[in-house]
């Protein structure tokens, strides 16, 4: 059973575009959402990470909103960069009173064309 | 910045081999991690640790034992191999729930 699922399975964007990665979950006590991005030959990396209290969370080009109601959350990635291109995982995780296991999803792979 | 290790970086066996992947943390994370990644499956997790002595079984254990033997060194044993356990095979850790999860670079195993 797939907890955590992500969409497109891989997506490509002009440089300068928007990319949007999606992301949905099952389980409504998860409570933490961080996003990894991995480049090839290389372990994943946070990137950017949204907790469940808030609906938005940005860190310069890159921002997560997040619909609690709905179990769903996004990435978006502005004025998008050739060196974006990486896989990119949403994860969950209890946080609070949980096992501190991460569940990721199967991942999106972004291209951004120059 | 926190510093996982993984070796070999590289693993050639056979079907029923013994193979034995390593992995060593220096930032004195409470928690490390195995995980497995597979095209369209992401990341899976396989065994995880609490501590040192600790163990706790992951979403795919069978057929993969683990051992936690210091705060910083963490293993991985398949001691039957198998063409399924072909795979990217990842370690990590972190210090706590909403801490950052810090990742090896990855130990790639072909079981031929």
């Known amino acids: 059973q797939q907890q955590v699922r992500q969409s497109p399975q891989s997506l490509t964007v002009w440089e300068g575009e928007t990319a949007i990665l999606n992301c949905s979950y099952e389980n409504s006590a998860f409570d933490y959402f961080p996003w990894y991005q991995q480049f090839p030959g290389e372990g994943p990396a946070l990137l950017i990470a949204i907790r469940s209290v808030s609906d938005k969370k940005e860190d310069g080009r890159f921002t997560i909103f997040f619909n609690k109601r709905e179990k769903k959350l996004s990435l978006h990635i502005t004025d998008s960069q050739p060196g974006d291109s990486a896989t990119y995982f949403c994860a969950a995780i209890m946080a609070t009173g949980g096992n501190n296991k991460l569940t990721f999803g199967q991942g999106t792979v972004l291209s951004v064309i120059p | 910045e926190a510093a996982v290790t993984q070796s070999p970086r590289n693993k050639v066996t056979v079907t029923g081999g013994n193979v034995t992947l390593s992995c060593r943390q220096t930032n004195s994370h409470n928690y490390m991690y195995w995980y497995r990644q597979d095209t369209g499956h992401g990341l899976r997790l396989i065994h995880y640790?609490?501590?040192?002595?600790?163990?706790q079984i992951g979403d795919v254990p069978d057929g993969y034992k683990a051992t936690r033997t210091t705060q910083e060194d963490f293993f991985l044993l398949l001691e039957l191999a198998s063409p399924s356990q072909t795979s990217l095979y990842f370690c990590?850790?972190?210090?706590?729930?909403?801490?950052?999860?810090?990742f090896g670079p990855g130990t790639r195993l072909t079981v031929l």
């Open positions: 990590a850790s972190k210090t706590g729930a909403y801490a950052e999860q810090f």
């Open positions: 640790s609490y501590g040192a002595g600790n163990l």
